[in-house]
């Protein structure tokens, strides 16, 4: 390999590593997001009904 | 939405960073364009030490406090140190390789004591995995990040010492980006680089520590739904256990 | 008794139990021997037949048996304290809790030196090392070597013995912890045994000292931490 393909690999690993992170952290996030929201809408509508009794 | 601005202009800034590091400076005159890879490397390195002082400070930190919230900081330290260490090791061999003709070299202090570090945070978070209560969890591993971080600047010693003693190579060393002789627009590459990655690094803590709120929250919910559910049962065979003798006169 | 002479007494009464429990039971400390010298025995397979470059890796190999012996003897001073829910009912007491630390770090020096010294003749045999040419120096190493190694091993088998998967969680958080402390040993023991012809004997021992020095502050204080769990 000349020169240039090591440093193509010590780059793109590099920057393609902390992206690919980057975009799954944010996957990560909006999944527990909805999950947290979804429960909370649960518990809300469970305390209404429960009132409503 | 201040995140999202910083995510904003950490991506710009590493862009333009990059772009000046890899297309806009001239290659170096000993090494050619393999010291390219340095202006990654050496921001890798330094946020893989960076992110090990939070973790060990945030885990002091929740030994003092008990606040959960810095066993957080903890563990999204601890996930940057692992990667950006593992970055550093990889630059550094992909630097190694065209520069000394192999991967690896003993004789170099930074490589093995950044294989070091990397052993460390990843026994840290294999470790986490290991207990569920949340507290215990995080006064554990509070405990062993306090010894791990003790440990990282004897190794630094002890494989600086380890290599003085042999002809290091000559031939072309990682320091040259760092001495005050290099050239201007070198040291201002590098030093917009490690800015670049350092925003970064800032932008992907704060994510990583949302996450990981969200995430005990969940684990929370999931624990007392557990409880209360057990509860309700019990109530219910008490109560029914209740009925059937009422009923029966 | 004033605080401290009482946390000392602890301490050494803590020692003097784990101690004799060894020797009672010196079965298992005797298989630890025993398995820290078929690792030796297998190095020379590994590395040999040349005499000659197994003896230049003598003191590496010896501190790594010595390691690997340590590993199984950390977790065995530790694995003691939960059969009987023994470490709970020590955390009760009203006792600073780097008395229980030092007592539980000390004996597990004594169990270190008792196996790297045995182990030395082995190597010396089996290596064809001089090992009185050495003299006291190696001794003293040995000595740091195993002070620095309790001190570690005695705080991460406390933090280990309860969780799942000790076995392997426990070599995987002291390997990398004790790096330093096996790359100062194997050099201070080679310089002792070649009679320093280049001065690097103290600077190494040195280098040791300071390491048992930060692990016993650093793990006396992390200990507390767990017993309050």
Request: proline fraction near 2%; avoid cysteine; hydrophobic fraction near 60%.
């Given at each position: 390999?000349?020169?240039?393909?090591?440093?193509?690999?010590?780059?793109?690993?590099?920057?393609?590593?902390?992206?690919?992170?980057?975009?799954?952290?944010?996957?990560?996030?909006?999944?527990t997001r909805e999950r947290s929201l979804k429960i909370r809408r649960g518990a809300e509508a469970a305390a209404s009904d429960e009132g409503s009794e | 939405?201040?995140?999202?601005?910083?995510?904003?202009?950490?991506?710009?800034?590493?862009?333009?960073?990059?772009?000046?590091?890899?297309?806009?400076?001239?290659?170096?005159?000993?090494?050619?364009?393999?010291?390219?890879?340095?202006?990654v490397h050496v921001p890798s390195a330094w946020l893989g030490y960076l992110s090990g002082g939070v973790t060990a400070l945030a885990g002091i930190g929740y030994l003092w406090k008990r606040d959960l919230r810095l066993d957080a900081i903890a563990l999204s330290a601890a996930e940057m140190g692992v990667m950006f260490t593992a970055f550093a090791i990889w630059g550094g061999m992909m630097w190694a390789r065209p520069i000394w003709g192999v991967f690896w070299q003993w004789e170099d202090p930074r490589l093995t004591t950044t294989a070091l570090l990397l052993a460390l945070y990843a026994g840290y978070l294999l470790f986490r995995r290991l207990t569920d209560d949340p507290h215990r969890r995080a006064a554990r591993a509070a405990v062993v990040g306090l010894v791990a971080a003790a440990d990282i600047p004897i190794v630094h010693f002890s494989v600086e010492w380890w290599r003085g003693l042999h002809q290091g190579p000559t031939i072309g060393s990682p320091d040259k980006l760092l001495t005050p002789a290099a050239p201007s627009q070198f040291v201002i590459a590098l030093l917009a680089m490690?800015?670049?990655?350092?925003?970064?690094?800032?932008?992907?803590?704060?994510?990583?520590?949302?996450?990981?709120r969200i995430q005990w929250q969940l684990e929370e919910h999931g624990r007392l739904g557990r409880l209360s559910a057990a509860r309700r049962a019990a109530t219910s065979t008490s109560a029914s256990v209740q009925a059937s003798t009422e009923g029966a006169p | 008794m004033t605080g401290a002479r009482a946390d000392l007494a602890i301490a050494w009464a803590i020692a003097r139990k784990d101690a004799l429990s060894e020797l009672r039971g010196r079965q298992a400390a005797g298989s630890t021997l025993f398995f820290a010298a078929l690792v030796l025995l297998l190095f020379g397979f590994a590395l040999g037949p040349d005499s000659r470059k197994l003896a230049e890796a003598a003191p590496g190999l010896l501190w790594l048996a010595i390691v690997f012996g340590g590993l199984l003897t950390v977790a065995r001073?530790?694995?003691?304290?939960?059969?009987?829910?023994?470490?709970?009912?020590?955390?009760?007491y009203p006792v600073d809790r780097r008395a229980i630390y030092l007592g539980k770090a000390l004996a597990g020096l004594l169990a270190m030196a008792v196996l790297g010294g045995l182990l030395l003749p082995v190597v010396g045999i089996m290596y064809s090392v001089d090992l009185l040419a050495a003299g006291p120096g190696l001794l003293l190493?040995?000595?740091?070597?195993?002070?620095?190694?309790?001190?570690?091993?005695?705080?991460?088998?406390?933090?280990?013995?309860?969780?799942?998967?000790?076995?392997?969680?426990?070599?995987?958080?002291?390997?990398?912890?004790?790096?330093?402390l096996?790359?100062?040993?194997?050099?201070?023991?080679?310089?002792?045994?070649?009679?320093?012809p280049l001065g690097e004997f103290w600077p190494w021992v040195q280098l040791l000292a300071g390491f048992d020095v930060i692990m016993l502050i650093a793990g006396g204080a992390g200990y507390g931490f767990l017993l309050e769990e």
């Open positions: 390999m000349t020169d240039v393909w090591y440093v193509v690999a010590g780059w793109v690993v590099i920057s393609g590593g902390m992206a690919l992170y980057a975009v799954t952290l944010l996957r990560r996030l909006r999944g | 939405m201040k995140t999202r601005i910083l995510g904003v202009v950490a991506l710009l800034a590493v862009l333009a960073a990059a772009a000046n590091a890899l297309f806009v400076v001239p290659a170096d005159l000993n090494q050619g364009d393999a010291q390219r890879i340095m202006y490690l800015g670049a990655f350092t925003l970064a690094w800032a932008w992907l803590m704060i994510r990583r520590y949302q996450l990981a | 001073l530790h694995q003691v304290e939960t059969d009987d829910d023994a470490l709970d009912q020590l955390a009760r190493t040995l000595l740091l070597g195993a002070i620095g190694f309790a001190a570690v091993g005695t705080l991460y088998a406390g933090v280990t013995v309860r969780m799942r998967a000790r076995e392997v969680m426990l070599p995987l958080l002291m390997l990398p912890a004790i790096a330093p096996l790359l100062a040993a194997v050099k201070a023991t080679t310089a002792a045994l070649a009679g320093d």
